[in-house]
């Protein structure tokens, strides 16, 4: 009797690795895409969070020759911020969101989503001095710098997931820091900081 061997064609196996491979495709483009994305996302947040910081930085240093702070005024404080995230400008500017120089939020985090701008890849930078609206500084207690960023994924899918209805993520910093000011007491010849 004669035993018949049957041999798998390379055809077959070629036909069958294109279609698990057309199976996963879209699988694998999603993954990349979606590491992107969220390496974007962080990028954008490190980036806001720094520029928040230097603006606060900005807004308290102390000058003991003046002495005050020459350069505690919002242009000064926002020109910072620019600065500091100059990565992001090319992508949508950091700017404030009204005519008056000296914004503070009324509320905590998380903000409403009318603090934030419409437009894609934009922030907006908020400045309170001193915890009042009708301070444009110098800023004489503190001074808070906050950035809130719209992002836009790229991968539509992602900012569905993560985004709300509106495919957008929020992103915000917000940095909290005090005035500097050099006192002298004389009795003890000691320098303390306020």
Do not use: K
């Not at 005519?99 to 985090?109: E, R, Y």
């Amino acid at each position: 009797m004669a035993v018949r061997r049957h041999r798998c064609s390379n055809a077959g196996r070629r036909g069958q690795a294109l279609a698990e491979t057309a199976i996963l495709f879209p699988l694998l483009m999603l993954l990349v895409l979606g590491s992107a994305d969220l390496g974007r996302l962080f990028f954008a947040a490190v980036e806001i969070t720094n520029a928040a910081r230097e603006g606060a930085r900005q807004g308290v240093i102390y000058d003991p020759s003046l002495p005050g702070n020459p350069n505690d005024g919002y242009p000064q404080v926002l020109a910072v911020v620019q600065g500091e995230a100059i990565d992001l400008q090319a992508a949508g500017a950091l700017q404030s969101p009204i005519a008056s120089p000296s914004h503070c939020l009324p509320s905590s985090p998380p903000y409403a989503d009318s603090y934030y701008p419409s437009t894609p890849n934009s922030g907006w930078v908020y400045v309170c001095f001193d915890g009042s609206d009708g301070a444009t500084g110098p800023a004489v207690d503190s001074i808070r710098v906050t950035i809130l960023y719209n992002a836009t994924p790229i991968t539509p899918m992602l900012g569905s997931l993560i985004g709300g209805s509106s495919g957008n993520l929020h992103l915000y910093a917000s940095s909290l820091m005090v005035v500097q000011g050099a006192t002298c007491h004389a009795a003890s010849r000691r320098w303390s900081w306020r």
